[in-house]
């Protein structure tokens, strides 16, 4: 195809097989495009929920499957029409690289939301056919509406994972008015509950955290904070009933939803973002009394995904990353599920040069 080339990747051929080296197609530049040559990739649960299409209903996976949404890199090359970045800028991609640009949603600022919004990977690829690839890759070609400037004191490895797991707990605190003098819980210390707790204190909240894990009691105290309850213990989850004002669930797998929404004070909320296969059972009653909400939130609008990369630079936050080379990608899923991660893997691309 003469307006495409060849990149290289990892993908998956099915929802069984390992992810292993590939070659795609990518377009070349357009006039809006920015060329990217990827230097991280954060490892989100999310990849690994969509290589083994473990979300057949809402979005099944077409394969390969190339994935990866938290991408830093260089850019390389722009097209004639780009005016905010030139080569050699330091920029990121995060889950959507397209949108329709006209619907309510897109004039919100509000691109996730968007009916054609163009998801980084398994989204219909409007330029080359097919689906899109996502950042387990040498490159990328991106619109420059949905490139992200990288604030420059910040460690590219520690950005990458900003870009999901960042924005998708930055999003709804900011929404939720997580503040000073606010209770705030976070469930789960993986990927997106580090983070969360992180902006939960850097906005002045009252942290808990809520894990699984009693080895990870003095990292979630390092990252900000204020107490740890280790949620299989019923007493430490029964002191806590009824006091909080926020609650953040990132749990990737089938957990009891109603222990957590007890800990809900008054017109209390608790944000799903984990993404389990099942659904949850709510129990009625869990809800009725303190009049309060469940609610969901996906990742985060561009401008407000500058918004949260320009608070990180403000005030020096970046992801906890473990940096792996991609041959070691299969194994970090199997880490990750089991709880084995602190708190994010990231891919260093420059071992993909050796495939
Ligand atoms: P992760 O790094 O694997 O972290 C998930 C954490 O959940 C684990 O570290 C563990 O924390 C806890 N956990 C795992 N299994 C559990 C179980 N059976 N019971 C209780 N707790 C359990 O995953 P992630 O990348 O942060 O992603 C989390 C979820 O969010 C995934 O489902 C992902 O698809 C979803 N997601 C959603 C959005 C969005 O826009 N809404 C964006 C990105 C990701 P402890 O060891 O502390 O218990
Ligand atoms: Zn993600």
Redesign the pocket.
């Known amino acids: 195809m003469h307006n495409a080339y060849n990149a290289k990747a990892y993908s998956a051929a099915s929802a069984t097989s390992p992810l292993a080296a590939d070659s795609i197609l990518r377009r070349n530049p357009t006039e809006r495009d920015v060329q990217i040559e990827i230097l991280f990739c954060g ?4 990849d ?2 969509q290589v083994r299409n473990e979300w057949s209903e809402a979005m099944p996976t077409v394969y390969p499957c190339v994935p990866g949404h938290e991408i830093v890199g260089r850019v390389t090359k722009v097209g004639s029409d780009v005016d905010k970045y030139k080569p050699g800028d330091l920029v990121a991609v995060g ?1 959507m690289v397209d949108s329709d640009h006209t619907c309510p949603r897109c004039q919100e600022n509000l691109e ?1 939301f968007c009916p054609n919004v163009t998801f980084t990977y398994n989204s219909p690829d409007g330029h080359l056919g097919g689906v899109t690839y996502g950042g387990y890759s040498d490159s990328i070609v991106v619109d420059e509406r949905f490139v992200l400037r990288v604030p420059t004191n910040l460690d590219p490895a520690g950005v990458a994972p900003l870009l ?2 960042g924005i ?1 707990t930055y999003s709804p605190m900011r929404h939720w008015g997580v503040t000073k003098g606010k209770k705030v819980g976070v ?7 580090h983070m969360g707790v992180i902006f939960a204190h850097a906005l002045g909240a009252h942290v808990v ?5 009693p080895g ?1 009691t003095e990292d979630a105290l390092r990252l900000g904070a204020d107490e740890v309850v280790i ?1 299989r213990k019923a007493d430490e989850m029964q002191k806590q009933a009824g006091s909080f004002d926020f609650i953040l669930d ?6 009891d939803i109603n222990a957590y929404l007890n800990l809900l004070g008054r017109d209390g909320n608790i944000t ?5 296969q099942k659904p949850l059972a709510v129990s009625a009653f869990s809800l009725l009394v303190n009049r309060r909400s469940l609610a ?4 985060g609008g561009i401008a407000e995904t500058q918004e949260m990369l320009d608070f990180c630079g403000t005030h020096n936050i970046t992801a906890d990353v473990e940096i792996i080379p991609i041959q070691k990608i299969n194994e970090a899923y199997e880490r ?2 089991k ?1 084995d ?1 602190k ?2 893997f990231c891919i260093d691309m420059a071992s993909l040069k050796s495939e």
């Open positions: 490892v989100c649960h999310s690994l929920h889950c996730q999901c797991a998708t469930v789960g210390l993986g990927g997106l509950g955290v809520f894990s699984t894990s990870k949620s990132t749990v990737s797998a089938d957990h799903l973002v984990g993404a389990p969901g939130s996906l990742i990750l599920l709880s991660v708190y994010r």
